[in-house]
């Protein structure tokens, strides 16, 4: 799964990932590893950061299918 979480960060006056993850309830550590693809957020955190930043989780959030023939 990709994100653009960074560019959403930014968006939002360049939010540091520390202040993210206060806003949100988890760890730096969780934000860096949803940022690096290392970690898909759960459910309820994707909708908690699509609230945050008012948009839709699959606008923060989105699958790289390959389809192959």
Known sequence: MENDLKK???MKGQLTQEQ???QVGVSRQTIIAIEKGKFNPSVKLALTMADFFDCK???LFHLNIQVEK
């Open 8 to 10: 959403y960060r930014f």
């Open 20 to 22: 993210l993850a206060e």
């Open 57 to 59: 989780v699959e606008d």
